[in-house]
């Protein structure tokens, strides 16, 4: 599989699907990206800017949004793209344990016979009818499809009327995530109750705003869910009442941001990405003595918070045009891999690869700016960006700063 990437097939989106999954896989098995990356190092072949360099959209992501002893949450986004367009997309909201793998909630979302709409190609293919919608399943329970439209019709209609241009919500639910009830009996004698009840809401919701004149598209995707979660542990004797209890709470958020500009060449940014989370972990210990007006309550507040992160592969699919100056390919319109964090070690590696794709790409990048290039490393500064945006567009070393401006924007 790993040397399938530098074939000469020209399915570049299946290149690129298959090369995002074996980062996501090899994030969390250490033996897996050792055997990976043993492997590209020693074949000239794969190990190189031209097969690592990823061509398509299609991703392979996941991120986890918490971690602990009894379990860990992870959020998985799969998207299948043909022609620019989505052709499958599943994003799955997992908890995971010693014993395996839950599946908290999934969405699928799914279109047919929009590559036309996309593709440039002018070869007579079989016409698929136009169709999209979504499908969900909420812990382990598949519900029924949800069809947006069916044929060319039913889509322009909702072009013309400006459906869900404003937020519209196509799910809401609270379940029961935990209940659970339990007695011990200690060495002592005494008995201890412990019990456990958890809860989850969840909304998942979306809109799109078309403009015709403009012809762009704007379209987000939002799932959003409220996890709460109550315990307690007490002892009740003749003599004492103690009790401890603890409450978490937590709001986890994912967007699925998309901007179309279809007014000349198709340009598209994909933004997958989840906000901070604020973890609340409150503690009580109550304590009573039968018998006396002795009361004791101690609590103990806790907050932290889960950074939030986006998809690495964002800057690649940032595609902007700007005027070509004679044979040259604009720098903003090729995919450098970079993964948009204010880092220096970043920022520098993310330089120096561009300096050096740029000279093999003959972006009319010369000797003496490559060296200005490595010389500015160690002292960039982002707050000069805007001004450099003011700089002629035409020129190559504006565009560099532009670019890694618009990448700190993202991250």
Not at 29 to 42: C, F, G, N, T
Not at 139 to 159: A, K
Request: hydrophobic content about 40%; proline content about 2%; overall charge negative.
């Amino acid at each position: 599989m790993i040397y399938d990437l530098a074939s000469n097939d020209t399915a570049t989106e299946v290149k690129q699907y298959v090369l995002q999954t074996i980062r996501m896989l090899a994030e969390d098995d250490p033996q897996l990206e050792e055997s990976v990356l043993r492997i590209i190092k020693s074949d000239k072949r794969l190990n190189n800017y031209s097969v690592l360099n990823p061509r398509g959209l299609s991703t392979a992501i996941r991120r986890h949004f918490t971690k602990s002893h009894s379990g860990s949450g992870s959020l998985v986004s799969l998207q299948e793209i043909n022609s620019s367009v989505v052709k499958r997309g599943v994003v799955d909201i997992l908890w995971s344990k010693e014993e395996g793998i839950s599946e908290l909630v999934s969405l699928g979302i799914f279109t047919s016979g929009l590559t036309s709409f996309m593709s440039s190609e002018t070869e007579e293919t079989d016409e698929e009818p136009m169709s999209a919608g979504i499908e969900l399943t909420v812990l382990g329970n598949q519900l029924r499809p949800f069809v947006f439209f069916n044929g060319q019709g039913e889509l322009m209609g909702h072009v013309w009327s400006g459906t869900a241009s404003d937020r519209t919500t196509a799910y809401q639910a609270l379940t029961m995530l935990q209940d659970h009830l339990e007695l011990l009996r200690l060495g002592s004698g005494f008995i201890v109750e412990l019990e456990l009840k958890g809860a989850v809401a969840l909304d998942l919701a979306g809109k799109i705003e078309i403009s015709l004149w403009g012809r762009t598209a704007d379209s987000v995707v939002e799932k959003c869910a409220g996890i709460f979660l109550s315990g307690s542990m007490k002892v009740d004797t003749s003599f004492v009442r103690s009790q401890i209890e603890f409450t978490v709470t937590m709001e986890p958020q994912l967007k699925l941001e998309s901007d179309l500009d279809f007014s000349s060449n198709m340009k598209c940014c994909l933004k997958f990405s989840q906000v901070d989370v604020l973890l609340k972990h409150n503690i009580y210990k109550i304590e009573r003595i039968v018998g006396s007006k002795h009361k004791l309550r101690i609590a103990k507040y806790k907050r932290s918070t889960i950074p939030g992160d986006f998809n690495e592969s964002h800057c690649e699919h940032l595609v902007l045009s700007m005027p070509a100056r004679r044979n040259a390919v604009p720098i903003q319109q090729y995919p450098f891999r970079s993964n948009c964090q204010n880092e220096f070690s970043t920022w520098r590696k993310f330089w120096s690869q561009l300096a050096i794709a740029g000279k093999e790409l003959g972006l009319l990048i010369t000797d003496e700016q490559i060296d200005e290039i490595k010389a500015n490393v160690h002292t960039i500064d982002f707050k000069q960006a805007e001004e450099e945006e003011k700089l002629n567009r035409h020129d190559v070393m504006a565009n560099v700063h532009i670019f890694a401006n618009q990448c700190k924007k993202a991250a």
